[in-house]
């Protein structure tokens, strides 16, 4: 028995071993087989991977521009009816979509993704409920896709303007109008057609004429939001306004090119036609001074001026001074998304002062050169010390492209501030993006892009501290990153300021009377700040109100909107400026000073009164 258990025992193992070693063999088959099988599979979700592609886009090409319709829209009504002039002078097709409203909100909520910003709701709904209302008319979805293009403006960023693109033509798409083109600013590919020749062509006379009407539309608005809450006569600011924009937009459409072979004598014109490359370059500059300079451009802001400088106005009532600042598209618009708030602060006795669209301009012209400059050194060679050429070389370069941005900006400013002294002299200059960027530079990276940027705190601080303003009005959409940031940012800033009145005010499709109530909080305080001014202004110059009003009643210059009223130091209300000044006058101190007039040429001129029957027949 001993024996037996002993053999037993000493065979056990190597069973155990033997079983062990078979069970590992077949895991080690099982996993290899598992392994050839994940292997087979991932090769073949390989083979059937299809990465995302961007869908090509149909051109709008050159043989289109007669029959294709190229739809504006966006920005206030002034600017989008002069840009719309200007086009059609080159003989395209365009029309402007009416100012977006609640409805085309919820339109584009429907259509649209989750989470997009106001703007993009609105406008992407807009856009639908304009193509709907064609359809309505009887147009086919074919023909309303192949002969109505969508142009807008594109960029990139943080924020999600970027994809403004893809959610209007994802939200096209979804309303039925599959394949309707949308051209941005910036897009080459949607804009150029296949063969090379553009649908979109930007021409000297194209650009000039789209710069102009910027300009144009920039002082206009101005000038309409300063006269008419003074005015007389209740609805004639508006009134002359829309006969100032019929006449503005006929020269714009009807405006006469410049060819230097029609404007030279023949002998130069006959040679000039032999040199084509020396005729283009004339041509072109010849075309640029008559955009700006020539006597259609003169004669045509100079009978602006004199039909607006005929509206009678009262300065003598005390209205506090509104500055409107934020995100670019809430504080252009003048509908439902900022909830119709020019009107609305007008109705309640403010003056509002609006934001030139020119500000953003020189704001991507400041932002370009601030890079390149704090960038300096990056992209060139390290030169050793010896090589002395190399390194002027490098630095002649820097400094070049730096007078490059200078001179844009320089140029832009000289051209809008020209637009303003030939239109009165009573709109705002722009203002100095180098001023903007130090007052925000202590609360604020200059070099965070997105939105406005650095701007709405630096807006905020200049017009409180130079007393331009009573309130600072923020609007911005609901969810907004880059206003959001400085509005946090904003905090910081009113703790140093402490007469500071600001309000920011989120936008979207919903809660006007939340924001109205708000804004009426504010206001409130606002009014009383510039009654106080006011009642110390009165004081100061020892007269009574009725003497004030008798004497102006007496000087039909001093009721007219281009009268030349001084700048007083540390006085913001049109009121209290305009009563220290009669009162000099009275006193002897100042003389009354006559508004602008200008000789013009009665051969090129054009009367309101003639083109408004020219029209109506």
């Not at 730096?402 to 002294?421: E, T």
């Not at 009014?527 to 102006?552: C, H, M, R, W």
């Amino acid at each position: 028995m001993r024996a037996t258990h002993a053999v037993s025992d000493s065979t056990a193992p190597r069973v155990d071993l033997r079983w062990r070693h078979q069970i590992e063999e077949e895991i080690k088959q099982r996993v290899e087989a598992e392994r050839a099988r994940l292997e087979a599979s991932a090769r073949a979700q390989v083979q059937r991977a299809q990465h995302f592609q961007r869908p090509p886009e149909r051109p709008f090409t050159a043989a289109e521009r007669d029959r294709v319709t190229i739809l504006i829209g966006g920005l206030s009504w002034k600017h989008d009816a002069l840009i719309k002039a200007a086009f059609q002078s080159a003989g395209y097709k365009v029309d402007v979509m009416p100012v977006p409203d609640v409805p085309a909100f919820q339109l584009g909520k429907e259509y649209g993704n989750n989470g997009q910003c106001n703007p993009t709701y609105f406008m992407i709904g807009h856009l639908i409920k304009y193509l709907q209302a064609l359809e309505v008319q009887g147009l086919s979805r074919q023909h309303i896709i192949d002969n109505y293009v969508f142009f807008t403006a594109g960029s990139c960023g943080p924020c999600r303007f970027g994809m403004y693109e893809s959610e209007y033509r994802l939200a096209v798409q979804n309303a039925g109008f599959d394949g309707f083109r949308v051209l941005l600013f910036q897009q080459t590919d949607g804009i150029k057609a296949a063969s090379g020749e553009p649908g979109l062509k930007f021409t000297v006379d194209v650009g000039m004429g789209a710069f102009n009407a910027l300009n144009y539309g920039d002082v206009l608005n101005d000038l309409t939001y300063q006269i008419r809450p003074f005015e007389a006569n209740a609805g004639e600011t508006d009134r002359v306004v829309q006969e100032c924009m019929d006449y503005l937009t006929t020269r714009l459409r009807e405006r006469q090119q410049f060819e230097i072979l029609q404007r030279t004598p023949a002998w130069i014109a006959s040679r000039l036609a032999r040199k084509k490359a020396l005729k283009d370059v004339l041509n072109s500059l010849g075309k640029v001074w008559d955009h700006l300079y020539g006597q259609q451009t003169l004669d045509t802001l100079h009978d602006v001026r004199d039909r607006l400088g005929a509206i009678e106005i009262d300065r003598l009532r005390v209205k506090p001074v509104v500055k409107v600042t934020g995100e670019f598209w809430a504080q252009t618009t003048e509908g439902d998304g900022n909830f119709r708030m020019f009107s609305f602060l007008e109705r309640e006795g403010a003056q509002v002062m609006v934001e030139p669209i020119g500000t953003w301009a020189m704001y991507m012209l400041w932002l370009a050169a601030a890079t390149f400059a704090d960038r300096k050194g990056l992209k060139t060679p390290k030169r050793p010390a010896w090589a002395i050429h190399a390194r002027l070389a490098d630095e002649l370069s820097f400094r070049l492209k730096l007078l490059q941005f200078d001179l844009g900006r320089r140029f832009y400013m000289h051209q809008h501030r020209r637009v303003v002294q030939e239109v009165g002299d009573l709109a705002h200059p722009l203002v100095r993006l180098d001023e903007l960027a130090r007052l925000a530079a202590p609360y604020y990276n200059v070099f965070a892009k997105g939105g406005e940027g650095h701007m709405e705190v630096a807006k905020n601080i200049y017009y409180t501290v130079t007393k331009k303003c009573h309130m600072v009005l923020s609007l911005k959409p609901f969810g907004c990153m880059p206003s959001s940031q400085s509005d946090g940012v904003q905090s910081a800033v009113m703790s140093h300021f402490k007469d500071m009145i600001f309000l920011p005010i989120e936008t979207s499709g919903e809660g006007e009377i939340n924001a109205h109530s708000r804004v009426q909080m504010a206001l409130g305080e606002a009014k009383a700040k510039a009654k106080g001014e006011f009642k110390q202004a009165l004081e100061s110059t020892g007269k009574k109100l009725d003497d004030i009003k008798a004497f102006v009643a007496e000087h039909p210059e001093l009721r007219r909107p281009f009268y030349k009223v001084p700048h007083r130091q540390g006085v913001t209300g049109t009121a209290a400026t305009f009563v220290l000044h009669v009162s000099d006058v009275m006193d002897g101190k100042a003389r009354v000073n006559w508004w602008p007039r200008t000789i013009r040429s009665k051969r090129s001129r054009v009367s309101l009164a003639g083109l408004s029957a020219r029209r109506a027949s």
